[in-house]
């Protein structure tokens, strides 16, 4: 593991999902599942995230998207509180999940939708 690398990846996953998530998830993590919390600090955040050519707020667009698709309630609601620390707005949020319905289905939209309005709720954003 690259150490460097792994420490941008904890730096900009915090700055995503915010820093009291991140520091659970690592405290949380056991001898079992620390192996992938590595893994996902460094390859995920430390590498994609910090690539060139799409900026945070469209790397959260395309997840919303796909982790609709995916039906990853749990990872689509970091994913919402880390799309409106990237700057997007709620009306974005909303029209993106409006295009899942017709390309992931309405059962998946409709879940979606759901999960996102606790977590804008949550946040005080509606």
Known sequence: MSDERFERGLDKRRKVLG????ER?????DDFSHPLQELVTEYCW?????RD?????????????????LNRPHELR??????????????????VLMQTAIYCGIPAAIDA???AREVLVEMGEI
């Open 46 to 50: 430390g590498n994609v995230w910090q």
């Open 78 to 95: 970091l994913h919402v509180r880390g799309a409106i620390n990237n700057g997007m707005r709620v009306e974005e949020i909303r029209e």
């Open 25 to 29: 998830s690592m405290k949380n993590a």
């Open 113 to 115: 939708f759901r999960q």
């Open 53 to 69: 050519g799409l900026s945070d707020r469209d790397r959260s667009v395309i997840n919303l998207a796909m982790l609709t698709a």
């Open 19 to 22: 820093n009291e998530h991140v």
